[in-house]
């Protein structure tokens, strides 16, 4: 583009970013006090941008932005893709400078900036548009397929995870089944321990009674036998 061309303005997404920030949907700004260019006379300065001398892939909206934020990150790639010269770009950018994107500010745009680069035509604005909706396009096909495989990987490390967990509380259960055996398995002899140990216990208070019995008995006939014997006895 040449110096004279750069003095029609810079930030192409002037008017864009007015729209999407300065009104609430359906309060549209008025139509520039310019209007259409008549014929014969000098056009109004027109906003454009200094061109790119390549595409630049602007970073990608994510979930994290505003809606108003993706849709302006969405502008300023399709800024990125702008072509050399005037084209579609400038002249939807110029329409909405003057108020909106109606018929009669698309016209006024593009007889405006044809004063400047005289190659500007119908058949170019066509070609260029089809151009970035394709190239936006396929950014987003590509940024789709990226979240996809994005969210394959994901949905992968799920399941994996959750076959993982799993695995691991069902060998939990497990053992906690088996340890729910052991426990009723001693509980049930704790409580059976009498039927085990009593008999024996009960067996040897009979033995020590009998022998108490039978010892005391001896004893008492002992003791009387000593009784004779220091009676009768001299």
């Not at 310019?34 to 056009?43: I, K, R, S």
């Not at 800024?79 to 579609?88: A, L, T």
């Not at 002249?91 to 698309?106: D, K, L, P, Q, Y």
Request: hydrophobic residues 30%.
């Amino acid at each position: 583009m040449s110096d004279d061309n750069k003095s029609f303005g810079s930030g192409i997404l002037k008017g864009l970013k007015r729209m999407l920030f300065t009104d609430e949907p359906g309060n549209t700004p008025p139509v520039s006090e310019q209007g259409p260019v008549p014929a014969g006379n000098t056009p109004p300065p027109a906003t454009v941008t200094e061109p790119k001398s390549a595409p630049v892939i602007a970073s990608w909206p994510t979930s994290d932005d505003s809606n108003k934020e993706m849709k302006l990150k969405v502008y300023q790639l399709l800024e990125n893709m702008n072509k050399q010269g005037i084209d579609f770009f400038e002249v939807w950018n110029a329409s909405t400078e003057m108020g909106g994107t109606s018929a009669t500010n698309i016209k006024a745009a593009f007889t405006s900036l044809r004063f400047a680069d005289k190659s500007l035509t119908k058949a170019k604005l066509l070609e260029t548009g089809t151009y970035y909706m394709t190239n936006l396009q396929n950014v987003l096909k590509t940024e789709t397929q990226k979240r996809l495989d994005e969210k394959s990987r994901i949905d992968k490390e799920k399941e994996q995870m959750a076959g993982s967990l799993a695995t691991e509380i069902a060998a939990l259960e497990q053992q906690i089944t088996s340890l729910q055996e052991k426990l009723a398995s001693k509980k049930q002899e704790r409580d059976t321990i009498n039927e085990k140990y009593e008999p024996k216990i009960a067996d040897i208070n009979n033995r020590i009674s009998a022998g108490q019995q039978s010892v005391n008995g001896v004893l008492t006939e002992m003791q009387q036998v000593m009784e004779i014997i220091e009676k009768e006895i001299s």
